[in-house]
């Protein structure tokens, strides 16, 4: 089951995309079961997390293609959730960055609060899973060494089209990331270092995971550079395509001497 995150006449609730281009509300008030119009609601970012956690170095691949050993446990850091956007959103290279880079990842979204989590008991606390981008400003992350920078940028974490509820192995995706069409990743879930859930598990025992907070399982090999213009697509097999496009900041300008 695919799942949206939509506001309509000023409530917000998730909902399901049905035939006659309607949105139905997962939860339904009074006994009731209304749709809306697609017309008449707004697709926001699937979720608004306390946290997102990120798994680095988590392909064997990746780790071979940067000649690099496979950590002994997972490696984990933070993107702010002032970093999220959604299908659609605009990644903005920050002024003070010349090198952002993207990374096509399957997501996990959480739905049920949990802390010191067993892996078998992992997927309980799973709502569903998502297409995930995590930007890096690469020049910075060379420079400062520490993560926050580098991957914390507003607009550094699209997420998205949609929550699929329904995956039924997660350890077996293919992945896929285009920029403006051309195929510049592709792997599959299976060659994760570690698997989804004993991501859920390990990070459970560092923090206690609540509903709506995001992990990024890792990229796999084919990492590259973004360009003002370009057009991003992550593409998860059985989920979606979250696609965004690249602009420059704008906002900051230089005073005219």
């Known amino acids: 089951m695919k799942v949206f995150r939509i506001k309509?006449?000023?409530?917000?609730?998730?909902?399901?995309?049905?035939?006659?281009?309607?949105?139905?509300?997962?939860?339904?008030?009074?006994?009731?079961?209304?749709?809306f119009p697609i017309s008449e609601c707004t697709i926001l970012p699937i979720a608004v997390p306390s946290k997102i956690i990120c798994a680095g170095l988590n392909y064997k691949e990746h780790a071979r293609e940067l000649n690099m050993d496979l950590p002994e446990e997972p490696l984990i850091f933070l993107k702010p959730p002032s970093s999220v956007i959604g299908n659609g959103g605009k990644i903005i290279i920050p002024a003070m960055s010349e090198q952002i880079d993207y990374e096509g990842e399957l997501a996990i979204v959480i739905g049920q609060a949990g802390k010191n989590i067993l892996p078998e008991n992992a997927a309980k606390h799973v709502f569903g899973y998502t297409c995930a981008n995590d930007v890096t400003a690469r020049d910075?992350?060379?420079?400062?060494?520490?993560?926050?920078?580098?991957?914390?940028?507003?607009?550094?974490?699209?997420?998205?089209?949609?929550?699929?509820?329904?995956?039924?192995?997660?350890?077996?995706?293919?992945?896929?990331?285009?920029?403006?069409?051309?195929?510049?990743?592709?792997?599959?879930t299976s060659d994760m270092i570690y698997k989804p859930s004993e991501l859920i598990s390990f990070i459970s025992h560092v923090m206690t995971l609540t509903p709506g907070d995001v992990i990024l399982t890792g990229t796999p090999p084919g990492i590259g550079t973004l360009s003002a213009g370009d057009s991003v697509e992550v593409e998860i097999e059985g989920i979606g395509i979250l696609t965004n496009t690249v602009v420059k900041d704008e906002s900051i300008r230089t005073p005219v001497q």
């Open 140 to 188: 910075l992350q060379k420079k400062d060494k520490l993560f926050a920078r580098a991957k914390g940028f507003d607009t550094f974490a699209p997420i998205g089209p949609c929550i699929e509820t329904a995956v039924a192995d997660p350890n077996s995706l293919t992945l896929r990331t285009s920029v403006n069409g051309k195929v510049r990743q592709e792997g599959n």
């Open 8 to 35: 309509h006449n000023g409530a917000i609730f998730y909902a399901t995309f049905e035939e006659g281009d309607v949105f139905k509300p997962l939860l339904s008030k009074n006994g009731t079961q209304n749709a």
